[in-house]
């Protein structure tokens, strides 16, 4: 198992769009482990593949406070959303930072697993966030894009100035 390095914004890495997974064989199954060892450590609720540097279709998620509910999407696609959500979200690749965006209350969400197995999933609250924005990460997009383009000068300006003090 490898901890992954994780990019940080702003990178232009973090703006390619991952294409579909087509084979699914042992070297999905360890990038699979490998993000979620990564996103265990971090620690973080949800971790795409784009963050490490790697363009394909692939998330893991687990919301739950025991840790225990690692949930892989291969290949994700939202078939239908519903509501608003009021979460106030973050992002690994954005240290530091908080802030809400529009998203979905709900969402179902039609994936596959590392094993290629089809499946479908509901998901409400953050797990529904998540997903949003673990497939926002997919498509080339950061949360922080979503704001007025004053507060992503600000953050980047914060960003910069966390850099400058931990070097
Ligand atoms: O760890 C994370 N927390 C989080 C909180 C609210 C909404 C979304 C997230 S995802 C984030 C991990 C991450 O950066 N995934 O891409
Ligand atoms: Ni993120």
Do not use: W
Request: aromatic fraction near 4%.
């Amino acid at each position: 198992m490898t901890i992954l390095n994780i990019l940080r914004y702003p990178d232009a890495r973090l703006h390619k769009t991952a294409a579909p997974v087509t084979v699914f064989d042992d070297q999905l199954k360890k990038l699979a482990r490998d993000l979620a060892e990564t996103m265990y450590a971090a620690p973080g609720v949800g971790l795409a593949a784009t963050q490490v540097d790697v363009h394909k279709q692939v998330i893991v998620l687990d919301v739950s406070e025991r840790r225990d509910a690692l949930v892989t999407l291969v290949n994700p696609e939202i078939v239908e959303s519903s509501g608003a959500s009021d979460i106030e979200e973050g992002c690994l690749s954005v240290p530091g930072i908080y802030e809400m965006v529009p998203r979905a209350e709900r969402v179902r969400v039609r994936a596959h697993d590392a094993n290629g197995n089809a499946f479908t999933l509901e998901a409400q609250g953050l797990l529904a966030v998540c997903i949003q924005h673990e497939m926002d990460h997919l498509q080339g997009k950061v949360f922080v894009e979503y704001l007025s383009q004053l507060k992503q000068t600000r953050i980047r300006a914060r960003l910069a100035k966390q850099l400058r003090k931990s070097a």
